[in-house]
């Protein structure tokens, strides 16, 4: 049996209220009130599609051995770097082995589905085991569009496999229609859209029942056998309506709108496990995405999933919320506002890529040492060990510190350090069970900063060196307040 | 065991320039006016100066590497010139190249001069050197600033000691209202002015819960000392001269930032450079026979906890002997007589010679309104880098044979 073994999700914690943007924005543009319900998941300024894909993917191999994985794909269309291999860069921060197959699947809200469909593919050729594929798209839209209320920002991971699988696969159907709803140029930021109604009409009213017609003839099944209709919309309506024309309106998946907003290549996994976390065994889920053609796939549920250990998903990420209303710490985060940041912001950004490479476990895996001598964990990894009733030479093996919880020593947040969000929160953290780091904070208001308080270490986005088209990344410390 | 630095080497003569936002004078002009003022000092001619130690921290940004603008400007007859650079301790290490130089017999005359021009940035606090951090460190460490790094030492040392931040945060507002005040008395500091404990603790804060008031201002500034062993300032005619009666340094190992055994409450450095120091001064007991001292207090923070570093306050004492006024002026043991960093300024190189200077002023009698009774004994102190990362520096200078 091939099919999928465990997933993951991450929704940036921060949800900008709709109507946040009506209220700066309507003036302007009346018409985005039709679309104002409810929030929008939006990244803190240092989260971007590889950020997110990464923690999703963390959240995906709960329980796993990390070992196993032979093959990570990545679906985007946000890619931060156009040619440095992104997916390698989740192998990095993920710290598996090397040996493993990376590939990035892009240029297409089809991306998510692309590279899942690989991933069975090589599964049941038999030439993977285990392919964790992660979908991730941080999207922008202009101020005051229709695609601004739409977009949310988010990421989904699964682990294909042949061994405890919680989802069987069943099949595929795919098209490929050179249908532009919109499109993104090459160095271009937005997205040029075509009539909405179009859109609605020839787009997701043909292609999506064109894809699961087709699913359903080439397994055999009925609609009536199905128990969930997953696809992404930017229509509420229009998903009422194909369900209407088809027979399944009331096994629709919920399109998220009013919670999260539609993540684009990641949207359709997003969904997807939103459903999963809500199914049951001998449940057939039809998955299918939306992005010049569609790829629908059919899966069902097994008993394994009553096994998988616990993890956050599509609901657990969506419950993590802190809902925000300033639309212009938005725009701010988003690098749509061009604020005066100082001559202090001025500093040079180059990266050592011989340095990055050196020590790329270190500072994309948070991997340190631990002395074989004394058994005291560092960070980092030193030659000497730092324990200083030990100080033993070349003592030290890698010891893995991204999934340690610790708690704060001290900390501070910093109104002259040059930050989009400021003040700049940052101490030490203390990591339970030995080792420290002095970290950047994030998730987080200084006002809610104590000692003691407990923090979890999330891979995050440190600075933009933009005259060389560079985003350098390392972990962060989140605080965790009761509510969190 | 090392003998030790104590009553082998006089100072001559020292000299500090006006600190401040020197817009008018370049990194030259502040070497030479603290250096002639030197000269006239020690009434020596400057080609008697046989060797010279220069220190700057962030060169980049005034005068460019190597000693050679010290040797140029000052016109120094081809001597070997060195510049020493060892964060907010590079002042001090200038001066113990010097001392040390003509305590070895390898100079009978050493010039040790500090200078940072640190206006010439177009913008508030220190330079942010980005990538420029270092090559490793730039890819993973926090961006912090200097106020940012200190301010942690606040929340943890409260935590430590069971103390109500407002107890802390009121406690480093008088350490910061008595330095103003001595300050106010100085013709050679950058900030004159006296503020009071309440606006210290209204001011905006810079990076919490340090505010305006709790932060040292950046300034431009030059000293020096021109120095000779014991001996030779006898023969050379001087009388009632100062010496150096202990000069330790003491660098972190990598232990607070990276072992689980430091709290971010103290400065391990800083005592154990003081227990070395009183060691070779012969101090027995420093909350009694330290005259007075000039801290590092680059932050009130600092400063309030180097007292407990120092073994003048006992461990979590440092509050009750600040709110008794101890280290005012009239206190049992003043310090920052001069105004210290809050009111002159921390141009880096110089800070720890202009620290000297005062204690060489008032060990002469010659420091005016701000003149302390009878010194004899006089501590300075320099802790350069983070909490967590440091180098201290402690210099201990009296009244020779006294």
Redesign the interface.
């Given at each position: 049996m091939v099919g999928i073994t465990a997933y993951g999700a991450y929704i940036p914690q921060q949800r900008l209220e709709r109507m946040a943007i009506f209220q700066s924005m309507g003036w302007f543009a009346p018409a985005i009130i039709q679309f104002a319900q409810g929030e929008k998941a939006t990244c803190n300024w240092d989260e971007d599609a590889f950020t997110m894909a990464v923690a999703a993917s963390r959240d995906c191999v709960t329980g796993l051995d990390k070992g196993q994985i032979d093959a990570v794909y990545l679906g985007s269309t946000t890619l931060p770097f156009a040619d440095r291999q992104n997916a390698g860069m989740v192998v990095a921060a993920m710290n598996f082995k090397p040996e493993v197959v990376a590939s990035d699947y892009t240029g297409s809200l089809k991306a998510g589905t692309g590279a899942l469909l690989a991933a069975l593919d090589a599964v049941r050729a038999g030439d993977k085991r285990s392919v964790l594929v992660t979908a991730s798209d941080r999207r922008e839209a202009k101020s005051a569009y229709l695609y601004e209320m739409w977009f949310g920002d988010g990421a989904a991971s699964l682990v294909v496999g042949s061994d405890n699988v919680i989802a069987e696969f069943k099949g595929s159907y795919s098209v490929s229609r050179d249908f532009i709803d919109h499109y993104r140029g090459a160095d271009h930021k937005y997205d040029y859209t075509w009539e909405e109604r179009w859109i609605r009409d020839q787009g997701y009213g043909q292609i999506i029942p064109e894809v699961i017609n087709g699913l359903l003839a080439k397994t055999g099944l009925k609609i009536e056998d199905i128990s969930k209709v997953v696809f992404p919309c930017l229509f509420k309506a229009e998903m009422r309506n194909i369900g209407k024309r088809m027979g399944f309106v009331e096994k629709v998946s919920d399109n998220l709108h009013e919670v999260c907003g539609e993540t684009g290549a990641a949207h359709p996994l997003v969904m997807f496990i939103n459903e999963l976390q809500d199914s049951k065994p001998g449940d057939k889920i039809i998955v299918a995405s939306f992005g010049q053609g569609s790829d629908a796939l059919l899966f069902e549920v097994t008993d394994a999933i009553a096994d998988l250990p616990p993890r956050k998903g599509t609901r657990g990420a969506l419950a993590n919320r802190k809902p925000v209303n300033n639309y212009q710490k938005y725009l701010k985060f988003r690098d749509l506002l061009e604020t005066e940041m100082g001559i202090r912001a001025e500093a040079p950004t180059q990266t050592a890529l011989t340095v990055l490479y050196r020590d790329n476990k270190m500072l994309m895996g948070l991997v340190g040492g631990k002395c074989t001598k004394c058994g005291t964990p560092q960070f980092p990894k030193s030659p000497i060990c730092v324990n200083p009733d030990c100080n033993a030479f070349h003592s030290q093996e890698d010891h893995e510190f991204a999934d340690s919880t610790g708690y704060i020593k001290a900390f501070t947040g910093d109104l002259l350090s040059v930050s989009v969000s400021p003040p700049n929160c940052y101490g030490m953290v203390q990591f339970e069970g030995g080792g420290r780091i002095m970290a950047d904070f994030t998730d987080c208001e200084v006002g809610e900063l104590s000692v003691g308080q407990p923090v979890v270490m999330t891979m995050r986005k440190r600075y933009e060196d933009r005259d060389r088209g560079f985003h350098g990344y390392f972990w962060k410390a989140i605080p965790q307040t009761a509510q969190g | 065991m090392a003998t030790g630095i104590k009553d082998r080497v006089a100072i001559i003569g020292m000299g500090c320039c006006r600190f401040g936002e020197r817009w008018d004078a370049g990194a030259e002009n502040l070497m030479v006016e603290a250096f002639e003022e030197a000269l006239q000092d020690a009434k020596i001619e400057k080609n008697q100066i046989d060797a010279a130690w220069f220190s700057t921290c962030m060169p980049e940004i005034h005068l460019g590497q190597s000693a050679l603008p010290c040797s140029i400007t000052l016109r120094l007859p081809n001597i070997p010139v060195t510049r020493v650079e060892n964060y907010c301790a590079s002042g001090t290490e200038a001066f113990r190249g010097a001392t040390y130089a003509v305590a070895a017999g390898a100079s009978d005359i050493a010039l040790a001069i500090g200078v940072e021009k640190l206006k010439d940035?177009?913008?508030g606090?220190l330079?942010?050197?980005?990538?420029?951090a270092g090559?490793?460190r730039?890819?993973?460490?926090?961006?912090?600033?200097a106020?940012?790094?200190f301010?942690?030492?606040a929340?943890?040392y409260?935590?430590k000691h069971g103390v109500d931040p407002k107890d802390l945060k009121r406690a480093m507002a008088h350490v910061s209202a008595k330095s103003h005040a001595n300050g106010a008395k100085n013709p050679k500091a950058h900030l004159r002015r006296a503020v009071s404990e309440d606006t210290i603790m209204a001011a905006p804060?810079?990076?919490?819960?340090?505010g305006l008031f709790d932060c040292c201002g950046v300034s431009d500034g030059s000293a020096c000392a021109i120095v000779t062993t014991v001996e030779k300032a006898k023969e050379m005619g001087y009388k009632d001269f100062v010496s150096v009666k202990a000069l330790q340094l003491s660098l972190s190992?990598?232990?607070e930032?990276?072992?689980?055994?430091w709290?971010?409450d103290h400065f391990i450095t800083t005592e154990i450079a003081a227990k070395r120091a009183y060691a070779e001064a012969g101090v027995k007991n420093p909350r009694d026979e330290i005259s007075m001292m000039e801290v590092h207090d680059c932050f009130s923070i600092t400063e309030l906890v180097t007292y407990e570093d120092l073994q003048i306050s006992p461990r979590g004492g440092a509050i009750k002997d600040v709110m008794d006024g101890f280290y005012d002026a009239d206190g049992g043991l003043p310090c920052q007589i001069d105004g210290g960093l809050k009111c002159f300024g921390h141009p880096i190189g110089a800070s720890g010679l202009r620290m000297l200077y005062e204690m060489y002023l008032q060990l002469h009698g010659r420091a005016e309104d701000r003149q302390l009774s009878d010194p004899k004994l006089g501590l300075t102190h320099n802790l350069g880098g983070m909490p967590?990362m440091n180098v201290a520096s402690i210099a201990i200078i009296g009244k020779h044979g006294v």
């Open positions: - | 940035t177009g913008y606090g330079p942010n050197p980005g990538s420029n090559s490793q730039w890819l993973w460490s926090p961006a912090m600033t106020p940012g790094s301010a942690q030492l929340p943890a409260a935590n804060l810079i990076a919490a819960p340090l190992n990598g232990t930032v990276g072992h689980d055994s709290d971010f967590f």
